[in-house]
């Protein structure tokens, strides 16, 4: 129980003098998961809004996929884009492999189904009269998205936290598809991975402060967006 305490007080301390190390891997690990989620966000919330109020064929597959989508291990995830962005990729003439691009594409990839489907679900747990009374007035699905986002907004925003926290936690894909490279695409996951490897827990454990403190953040957005 020293030994932690110890430990503890170092991290504390770590933080509040504010090292520069810490603060630039705090910075770039909330850089790479906005950027993430805001992408995630402009694909997901339409593509979600349309699939709950489109009618077509292979829906229900569809919906099956994105449900296998949001359980897939992120190292799978990690792994499928590895394979396409490497040198002997499909896209490996671009060189985004080992690149912040990289990392931010993998969480995109990551939350873009948990977005889509909390996106659907909103739709489907609104009142049912709004996307009858929109249909009788002779709105087109793209007529209808902007009144569902009006209606739905609460909702939306809660999925878009929910994914940003899911993005500021990854560590699989990141640490595939970024390689940990310090300055670059070194999160606070995969650097508190590394230095706890090493044997410098104290600054691992200080990573993990932080990244609890944003955890606790998004929670308390998401707490206070639920009972509004």
């Given at each position: 129980?020293?030994?932690?305490s110890?430990?503890?007080?170092t991290?504390v ?5 504010l090292?520069t ?16 989620t805001l ?12 699939m709950a ?9 569809l919906?099956q996929l994105?449900?296998?989508?949001m359980?897939?291990p992120?190292?799978?995830i ?5 394979g396409l ?5 499909i ?8 690149t912040?691009?990289a ?13 889509m ?8 747990s609104?009142?049912?009269?709004l996307?009858?009374?929109?249909k009788s ?8 998205l902007?009144?569902l986002?009006?209606e ?9 936290v929910?994914g940003?926290?899911r ?14 490279i ?9 650097a508190?991975?590394l230095?706890?490897?090493k ?7 200080a990573l993990?402060?932080a ?6 953040v998004?929670?308390f ?8």
């Amino acid at each position: 129980m020293g030994y932690f305490s110890d430990a503890l007080l170092t991290a504390v301390q770590l933080l509040a003098q504010l090292e520069t190390e810490i603060y630039s891997i705090i910075g770039l690990s909330l850089r790479i998961s906005l950027i993430a989620t805001l992408g995630a966000s402009l694909l997901g919330i339409p593509l979600g809004l349309l699939m709950a109020i489109q009618e077509f064929f292979g829906k229900k597959m569809l919906l099956q996929l994105l449900n296998t989508l949001m359980a897939m291990p992120t190292v799978m995830i990690g792994l499928i884009l590895y394979g396409l962005l490497s040198r002997q990729g499909i896209f490996g003439e671009y060189g985004l492999l080992y690149t912040e691009s990289a990392v931010i594409l993998g969480e995109m990839c990551l939350i873009l189904p948990i977005i889509m489907n909390m996106t659907l679900t909103a739709v489907l747990s609104a009142d049912p009269r709004l996307l009858s009374t929109l249909k009788s007035l002779g709105a087109t699905p793209m007529q209808q998205l902007k009144p569902l986002v009006q209606e739905l907004h609460i909702a939306l925003f809660a999925a878009v936290v929910t994914g940003f926290g899911r993005a500021i936690g990854e560590v699989g894909a990141a640490m595939m598809l970024g390689g940990n490279i310090q300055g670059s695409t070194r999160t606070l996951t995969t650097a508190i991975a590394l230095e706890t490897s090493k044997g410098s827990f104290e600054l691992g454990l200080a990573l993990g402060l932080a990244l609890l403190v944003i955890a606790f953040v998004v929670n308390f957005l998401l707490q206070k967006i639920r009972f509004r």
